[in-house]
């Protein structure tokens, strides 16, 4: 089986890591007179982790000049990578462990993220992922459109498997009904457990996925 990966919130717990980054973009746009002062959690701004960059800014701050979000956005990006060098960048625990077991057992592993290019090409350098994964889809080299549109892409290139998406949002969950694949909901990621209420089947931690696979529970056919 090829097994596609969300990255925030299903492999990489990226909350300290963005709250900080955004923070540092928020600052900027108080300092230049586009938002007021206030101050943001981490748990806050998490609700935005999973979106493409172009949805984030939409929903935050829909208002904002296009200039301005995409200065913004630059920010967030760089403070992203520092804070990546730093080694602040963490895999959720019982990741590690998931990856090898599935490794072992033959599937081919893939991140599918909404992410830019040297963002997850940081977190390959710094976590080690290509022990792992086979090959990576962002956002990004798409023009940042959505992932139920980018996955044709991947069958493409893989046609001769059977899939299996895995990931903590709605728009994971939007590929497997899109594509008429099964899905695993990750409810200890970013997003409500609404928008994991059609998934095949939901996980509360890591570990959990590779028993899911294992033991074909995945059967329940996916709505094209």
Known sequence: MTILFDF?????????????????????L???????????????VS????????????????????EMKEKAGAVI???LIEGIRRGEAVLYDGIRPALQVLKEQGHRLLVLSNCREAYMKAHRQALGLDEWFE????GETYD????????????????????????????????????????????????????LSQATQTVHAPAEIPAVIVQGTLEKAANP
């Open 8 to 28: 925030d919130g299903t492999l990489h717990n990226t909350r300290r890591l963005y709250g900080q980054a955004f923070r540092c973009a928020y600052a900027m």
């Open 30 to 44: 108080v300092r230049e007179g586009f938002a007021p002062e206030k101050t943001y959690t981490d748990e806050e």
């Open 47 to 66: 609700i935005y982790l999973g979106m493409t960059a172009p949805d984030m800014w939409n929903t935050f701050m829909p208002s904002l000049p296009q």
């Open 77 to 79: 990006g760089r403070e």
């Open 135 to 138: 090959d990576y889809f962002c």
């Open 144 to 195: 940042f459109c959505p992932k139920e549109q980018i996955f044709p892409f991947i069958r493409q290139r893989y046609p001769d498997s059977a899939y299996c998406m895995i990931g903590d949002r709605a728009s994971d969950i939007q590929v497997g009904l899109a594509n008429g694949i099964p899905t695993i909901g990750c409810l200890y990621g970013f997003g409500e457990p609404e928008e």
